[in-house]
């Protein structure tokens, strides 16, 4: 019991403490830059590699792999090679602005990618804003990113929630009835995503049946479930995502309610339907992007290369966001000739991806009032396995353009301002 | 002056010249200034927890609570009472440190795991709270739209918005401040009780000090201390969210705290460093850092239960 | 209508928190024998879930259900010898520490060996039916889950009541000193004790994957309401955990019903509640862990 505490040896503690500080900081490598003619372009890309959407995030950053490559192998950016310098933002979100800030201070990069979680993708955005850094957001849904949080700087490639229930609505409602019960996970996202379904069966002249909030991570639907065949609807709308999805729509058929009531809802990814035992398989809902699109341009290419550095699985939506968004960067600076962030932004608007980009068959741009990607979406049923590929586990129906599910610019409550 | 004393001097001269300093020497070993604010503010909290686990023996792990508190406060007072930086440091101030001391007069008779799970639980309420009252937090994608606002001091305007070597220094000042009537505490009557009761808690109390008031007293500071912490990561990240409020966040500080040196004043600070830097360029290098810190809090526990400071303290003697 | 389905939430409840109580009783022998706060018993429990998945093409699925168990034992016992044993006599908040950063690595481990995407984990197709229309939430997979929770406690109150090993791990929990003196090896005693602990999350780990499939970060979630099962029903009971699990299960369940964002947070309430008004637990004795 002795009470070391202000009167032991300072003098090596001093140097001890000084020397472990500074040998902490002297493991960070420095960053050695060639003073050569040319240095690389760089782009920051922050993802939650670790936490509950590593699988998501992972796929987004192959894809972000694969496009550099191959803009590097058709001579980079303005004649310069490009350098995707990736950071974890581990689903926190005090990593990832400092991830951020750590890509954009430190390492000087001129794009930042990120992030798959809507909420640290929007206080990236802040910092991105500040430093003046073009930024598109590959995989965070949350609609104020292109709505009533929209900035001048960001760009967004995935589906907002309005997209989604929009697309999938009208299907719904003449396929299985009026009578819609809803699973939504209890947080922003889930909300807007129920109020945009909800919006569209007002609309058609439908019901709701009833909304069941289900905290997120919540393993066990049953009580939920109760709750909703009691109700007796047509459908049963599941707008939970991840492994919340994949609980819920085992335990709908284990409990043999798909046989009782239809199953459906708007996102669906194909990494959730991979860890589905193949009869949990089921339902009608909209994909963000598909690899199965015979006679569409550049998307048999796109599959084969990735498949190679994915252990042979094939892309999924998340492999073509992180694609997208890095060859957005290139696309837009190499018709600009300039790397300047305002430049490049006002060149954004309404600028169309070539085919070998957007790999869909519809007109895809990036919408100027909102800076949202127009892109399509591919509606259809889950099947338990393809006819010729283990992975097909989707049959594409439909493939509606993004400007018909998009809502106008002006409902989404988007005013960008530019800086002066 | 002794010669204990003028290596006390010492050593504070150091390391406040490393502090004043950082954003000079850090570039060139491939540092940069944001990660040194960060570093302060957790440290902080490190030390903030300290006070209550090193000096008054108890271990609360949930402390997280008024960390994720006092972000929420700054960034409720940024967005709807005023575009003021200071007043939102002191909501964060008080809003932790309030419910803290409220929530303290519950807990003090528990102790050892019996508090730390109470702790945990009143923290798991609270991130429950801010994840549900969206309306209010923002819910599970977080409190947002506000900034740091640029502080007014007449003659000259502190931009800490935007200049990050400013905003260090900002902080740097807050962390003084909150330090400095740390070490007033703990060298006074009170800290010396507190001492006392980590020490021997029973004969502490044979000798008629009231020991459940002096924890509630510990324990309340350490929440205000705490909550200033929690306000100036809301300032550092412009976010406020209920991660910060989870006890997974707790277990970080009580790291921080164990790896730098529970006994000593400057290790939860060390240990932050070591926690924040480690973790800052491992996660940049491989995605598997998970393992490196993991392993990390396995070999400190193992091999330097007195954390870094201890560790090298013992080897002299 | 209300009672009904308040009837079905409490049969619910009963069926998870018999899932909870065998993560809970492993969790209380290795406390209270050793006084050890396992942080990383969740990640034996994905460790025990991914060993199944990876025999399960070999032995099937109840080959593995019996093989992985005592395999995660066998690992759990190399991490008692090497990591746990020198936290002996220490301050309980050094074996949560060194847990907490154990767990890390556990997840960390898994998602490096086996990738993050989520894997599906098969069950026997006669165990997926729903008992009938009406009790379609009592699938035939969680009757047995229940069934081997119910056999798992038969077996370890066996154990312990009738085994040598199981009269010395009671002892010891009372009393370890005189047990020492008796001249019993405490040591090998530990490390048996921790093995049975980690066995009971080996099989919650098999159990969870055929419900819920595999993930990395699938312990995480499972590890605080063990905790508060033992809280609940008192540090140094056993039946007392056994209680707890199956009353924070009914709890969060009923909550589900009527205020379902609260449904989590609940368990945590209750906690405080026991930890305020009657910190020893149901059944726990006082002074367990001062």
């Not at chain 2, 200071?86 to 419910?99: D, F, M, N, T």
């Amino acid at each position: 019991m002795t009470t070391h505490m202000f009167n032991s040896r300072f003098d090596r503690r001093t140097l001890l403490k000084g020397a472990a500080a500074l040998g902490a900081f002297q493991v960070t490598s420095p960053f050695i830059i060639a003073a050569r003619g040319e240095t690389p372009i760089r782009m920051g890309m922050v993802d939650p590699l670790t936490g509950v959407y590593a699988a998501p995030a992972g796929n987004e950053v192959m894809g972000a792999k694969l496009a550099v490559a191959r803009i590097n192998a058709q001579g980079g950016i303005l004649g310069r090679q490009v350098e995707l310098l990736v950071e974890d933002s581990a689903n926190d979100v005090g990593t990832g602005v400092q991830k951020a800030r750590k890509l954009i201070e430190r390492d000087q990069v001129n794009f930042i990618i990120g992030d798959v979680n809507s909420g640290i993708a929007a206080a990236i955005a802040q910092v991105t804003a500040e430093k003046k850094i073009l930024h598109i957001v590959s995989g965070g849904h949350t609609d104020s990113i292109t709505g009533k949080d929209c900035k001048w700087n960001v760009f967004r490639v995935c589906n907002t929630t309005r997209m989604e229930a929009n697309s999938v609505s009208n299907v719904l409602f003449n396929k299985y009835g009026k009578k819609w019960h809803f699973i939504t996970p209890d947080y922003a996202f889930g909300h807007t995503l129920y109020d945009a379904c909800t919006d569209d069966l007002k609309k058609l002249g439908g019901t709701v049946t009833g909304n069941e909030l289900t905290p997120l991570g919540t393993t066990d639907f049953s009580a939920y479930l109760i709750k909703a065949r009691a109700a007796n609807p047509d459908v049963m709308i599941l707008l939970v995502q991840g492994s919340d999805m994949i609980n819920c729509l085992k335990q709908v058929v284990q409990f043999g309610l798909d046989k009782q009531i239809h199953v459906a809802g708007t996102q669906q990814e194909l990494e959730s339907l991979a860890a589905l035992p193949p009869e949990a398989r089921i339902g009608v809902w909209m994909f963000e992007w598909y690899w199965k699109q015979p006679g569409v341009p550049g998307v048999e290419k796109f599959v084969a290369d990735i498949r190679k550095v994915n252990n042979g699985n094939v892309p999924t939506a998340r492999h073509w966001f992180g694609y997208t968004s890095a060859m957005t960067f290139a696309l837009v600076a190499n018709q600009e000739k300039t790397t300047d962030a305002v430049k490049l932004a006002t060149a954004l608007e309404n600028f169309e991806l070539p085919d070998d980009v957007k790999l869909q068959p519809n007109k895809v741009y990036y919408r100027k009032g909102d800076h949202q990607l127009m892109t399509s979406a591919f509606i259809g049923e889950a099947q338990s396995k393809g006819k010729d590929d283990p992975e097909d586990l989707y049959r594409v129906d439909e493939v509606v353009p993004g400007d018909k599910t998009a809502p106008a610019v002006s409902e989404t409550g988007c005013k960008v301002q530019w800086p002066s | 002056m002794s010669a204990e004393q003028s290596r006390k001097l010492i050593v504070l001269v150091a390391i406040w010249s490393a502090l004043l300093f950082a954003p000079y020497w850090m570039a060139p070993l491939g540092g940069y200034t944001a990660l040194a604010t960060r570093v302060l503010v957790l440290g902080l909290a490190a030390m903030s927890l300290n006070f209550l686990l090193g000096f008054t023996g108890v271990l609360s792990f949930g402390h997280a609570a008024w960390f994720g508190l006092g972000a929420y406060g700054a960034g409720l007072s940024l967005k709807y009472l005023a575009l003021s930086t200071p007043l939102a440091v002191l909501c964060g101030i008080l809003l932790g440190g309030l419910c803290g001391a409220i929530l303290g007069l519950l807990i003090v008779r528990r102790r050892g795991v019996y508090f730390a799970m109470v702790t945990i639980a009143f923290g798991q309420v609270f991130y429950y709270i801010a994840f549900q009252w969206s309306s209010l937090t923002g819910g599970d994608d977080g409190l947002r739209g506000f900034a740091r606002q640029p502080i007014d001091l007449g003659f000259f305007k502190l931009d800490i918005l935007t200049n990050a070597n400013v905003f260090y220094y900002f902080v740097l000042f807050c962390f003084a401040l909150a330090i400095g009537a740390m070490g007033y505490i703990l060298r006074s009557p009170f800290g010396r009780t507190m001492i006392a009761i980590r020490e021997n808690e029973r004969r502490a109390r044979f000798l008629g000090i009231p020991i459940e008031r002096h924890i509630w007293i510990a324990f309340s500071l350490s929440c205000f201390f705490m909550g200033f912490a929690g306000a100036l990561y809301a300032l550092v990240n412009n976010f406020a969210d209920p991660r910060g409020l989870h006890y997974s966040q707790s277990g970080d500080f009580v790291m921080m705290a164990v790896m730098g040196g529970m006994r000593s004043f400057w290790g939860p600070l060390l240990g932050a460093t070591v926690f924040v830097v480690l973790q800052d360029y491992l996660s940049s290098v491989t995605v598997n850092w998970m393992s490196f810190v993991g392993l990390l809090f396995v070999l400190v526990v193992l091999f330097f239960p007195r954390g870094l400071l201890g560790f090298f303290r013992r080897s002299k003697a | 209508m209300m009672t009904q389905l308040l009837l079905f939430n409490v049969t619910n409840g009963l069926i998870i928190g018999a899932f909870y109580v065998l993560m809970a009783l492993g969790l209380s022998l290795i406390l209270n024998l050793s006084n050890v706060i396992n942080f990383a018993h969740g990640g034996f429990l994905v460790i025990g879930g991914y060993i199944a998945y990876a025999l399960a093409p070999y032995v099937g699925f109840w080959g593995a259900l019996l093989l992985a168990p005592p395999l995660t034992a066998i690992i759990g016992l190399a991490v008692e010898r090497v990591l746990i044993r020198p936290l002996y006599g220490r301050d309980p908040l050094y074996s949560l520490l060194l847990t907490f950063g154990l767990a890390f690595m556990i997840e960390d481990g898994t998602r490096f060996i086996f990738g993050p995407q989520g894997k599906p984990f098969a069950i026997p197709p006669f165990l997926a039916q729903p008992l009938s229309n009406d009790l379609f939430f009592i699938t035939g997979y969680r009757l047995f889950m229940v069934a081997v929770v119910v056999i798992a406690i038969a077996l370890l109150f066996l154990l312990l009541r009738y085994t040598r090993l199981g009269i010395r791990i009671r002892a010891g929990t009372l009393d370890l000193e005189t047990v020492a003196a008796l001249g019993i090896n405490v040591r090998m005693l530990r490390s048996l004790n921790f093995a049975v602990g980690i066995f009971l999350a080996g099989l919650s780990g098999v159990l969870a994957a055929g419900q819920l499939g595999l993930e990395p970060t699938m312990g995480t979630g499972l590890l605080m309401p063990s905790f508060i099962a033992i809280i609940v029903g008192g540090i140094g009971s056993l039946p007392g955990t056994l209680a707890g699990g199956l009353l924070i299960g009914v709890a969060s369940g009923v909550t589900a019903v009527f205020f379902p964002a609260a449904s989590e947070a609940v368990i945590y309430v209750l906690m405080a509640v026991i930890l305020l008004a009657r910190p020893r637990g149901l059944f726990g004795e006082e002074g367990m862990l001062t």
